[in-house]
């Protein structure tokens, strides 16, 4: 096995990369885990980078939380935000990935040893015998046992 192979590697930094990051620090023994965003802002993503106000969740704030066992999550965090927050507040999607980046900062703050971030673009992903190769824009390379 390689010394710096990742067991895990998520490629995509958006709400779905990150929502997985968390989840895997928070409920999994998975020590090496490599999150690769080619953007600015991990948890994000194109939904939730938006600096219109206008824009709006589709969803009512009640179902939005990222855990499944605190349905409420995001609305209290409104609540402490000092925004509306009630379950059927549509909040606006850049509101929503200020909740989203806060969740993960403190999940890294908890579980930071475990994880790493690393901003750049993937441009090939080839399998090994022993995992995956993900080769970078910029020449670099990492291993991960899964991606």
């Not at 999150?35 to 009640?62: C, I, M």
């Not at 579980?111 to 441009?123: C, F, H, L, S």
């Amino acid at each position: 096995m390689l010394k710096d192979k990742w067991e895990i590697a998520i490629i995509g930094g958006g709400f779905s990369g990150v929502a997985v990051l968390i989840h895997l620090l928070e409920k999994s023994n998975a020590d090496r885990v490599l999150l690769v965003e080619a953007g600015s802002e991990p948890g994000r993503g194109l939904a939730y980078s938006t600096l219109e106000p206008g824009h709006l969740l589709n969803v009512p704030a009640k179902r939005m939380s990222l855990f499944e066992d605190k349905p409420d999550d995001f609305v209290m965090w409104l609540a402490g935000a000092g925004l509306p927050a009630s379950d059927s507040t549509f909040a606006p999607r850049q509101v929503y990935g200020d909740y989203v980046r806060q969740r993960l900062s403190e999940v890294l703050a908890r579980n930071g040893t475990r994880a790493k971030i690393i901003k750049n673009e993937v441009v090939g992903l080839q399998p090994r015998e022993n995992g995956h190769e993900i080769d970078f824009r910029d020449g670099s390379r990492e291993f991960a046992n899964t991606v």
